[in-house]
């Protein structure tokens, strides 16, 4: 069975940063590429990171951009995403999600973990 | 990247079909055969419904279709169930960005 699983959020003052980890099981997890994907409170989804199988290719929303940084270790079928220079905008749930490649759906994901940013 | 356009709500009584729209440009809906719809429950992580504009997932109930006509993107879901009741949210592969493009969100109601 497919399972992701997310950890490391929690409540961060503005400025401060974050480590986030997503731990893959029940597949290939250096088959795929994987992304964070990350939800304000009640609103809609918003990709904000993606690095491919190998790691060659990292790629970042703008909103993110130069203070967020996407890694994986494939010994350890993990995910991570360093965030600084935290601000209120990125309080979110974020979530981890697998696809084979750019043009795959986001087949399976994680069920989030919880980032507050507040002083 | 700009969202994809959906409708804020649609509603619908048991049993009836509803059809939710999701409006791109060229570069995303119009462009690639790569569109998806994913659902999301209250509290929930969203789930793959359709993928690749028409197609399912295994598991996913054939009362969940897709389609797609220039711009546009839709999904239909037939004989509304209670169960259905969630947030619906489409998806495009975009020539503008490697990360996917999201649509704003759909509030499906079954009254």
């Known amino acids: 069975e497919v399972q992701l699983v997310e950890s490391g959020g929690g409540l961060v003052k503005p400025g401060g940063s974050l480590r986030l980890s997503c731990a893959a099981s029940?597949?290939?997890?250096?088959?795929?590429?994987m992304n964070w994907v990350r939800q304000a409170p009640g609103k809609g989804l918003e990709c904000v990171s993606s690095?491919?199988?190998?790691?060659?290719?990292?790629h970042y929303a703008d909103s993110v951009k130069g203070r967020f940084t996407i890694s994986r270790d494939n010994a350890k079928n993990s995910l991570y995403l360093q965030m600084n220079s935290l601000g209120d905008e990125d309080t979110a749930i974020y979530y981890c999600?697998?696809?084979?490649?750019?043009?795959?759906?986001?087949?399976?994901w994680g069920q989030g973990t919880l980032v507050t940013v507040s002083s | 990247q700009s969202a994809l356009t959906q409708p804020a709500s649609v509603s619908g009584s048991p049993g009836q079909s509803i059809t939710i729209s999701c409006t791109g440009t060229?570069?995303?809906?119009?462009?690639?055969?790569?569109v998806s719809w994913y659902q999301q429950h209250p509290g929930k992580a969203p789930k793959l419904m359709i993928y690749?504009?028409?197609d399912r997932p295994s598991g996913v109930s054939n009362r969940f279709s897709g389609s797609k006509s220039g711009n546009t993107a839709s999904l239909t879901i037939s004989g509304l169930q209670a169960e259905d009741e969630a947030d619906y949210f489409c998806?495009?592969?975009?020539?503008?960005?490697?990360?996917?493009?999201f649509g704003t969100g759909t509030k499906v109601t079954v009254l």
């Open positions: 060229s570069s995303d809906v119009g462009g690639y055969d790569y």
């Open positions: 690095i491919t199988s190998s790691s060659t290719f990292k």
């Open positions: 998806s495009s592969y975009t020539s503008s960005s490697i990360l996917y493009v």
């Open positions: 690749d504009v028409s």
């Open positions: 999600a697998r696809n084979s490649d750019y043009t795959k759906p986001l087949d399976y």
């Open positions: 029940g597949f290939t997890f250096s088959s795929y590429n």
